[in-house]
């Protein structure tokens, strides 16, 4: 195996390493924000403009993340369809070289 297709292969996690700690990084935020929204919120008198705009920012937060079981079944799915779409071109690769 040639040194280029090695350190490839390595680049490869790499890249999937920081998007993972990218990803965990991102739910981290999203967590401290909606605290912290909610720990200023509760210290504002309800009605006055401080309390609405947090108010709206939880909101925001929450409909946000209701969607992402949403999303996360919709990229299983995908994942399914790639992966049974994979095993199907394979299959016919191999079954056309077995032909000829």
């Known amino acids: 195996m040639s040194l280029a297709l090695k350190q490839n292969k390595k680049g490869n996690l790499g890249v999937w390493l920081q998007t993972g700690v990218v990803i965990v990084g991102g739910l981290m935020l999203w967590a401290v924000s909606a605290i912290t929204l909610q720990a200023f919120r509760d210290s504002q008198t ?3 403009y401080a309390y609405n ?4 920012g939880l909101t925001f937060l ?12 919709i990229l299983g799915v995908s994942l399914l369809l790639v992966i049974i779409g994979g095993i199907g071109v394979l299959g016919y690769m191999g079954y056309q070289k077995a032909r000829s």
């Open 53 to 56: 705009i947090s108010q709206g």
């Open 62 to 73: 929450s409909n946000a993340s209701s969607q992402l079981g949403t999303a996360g079944t």
């Open 46 to 48: 309800s009605g006055g």
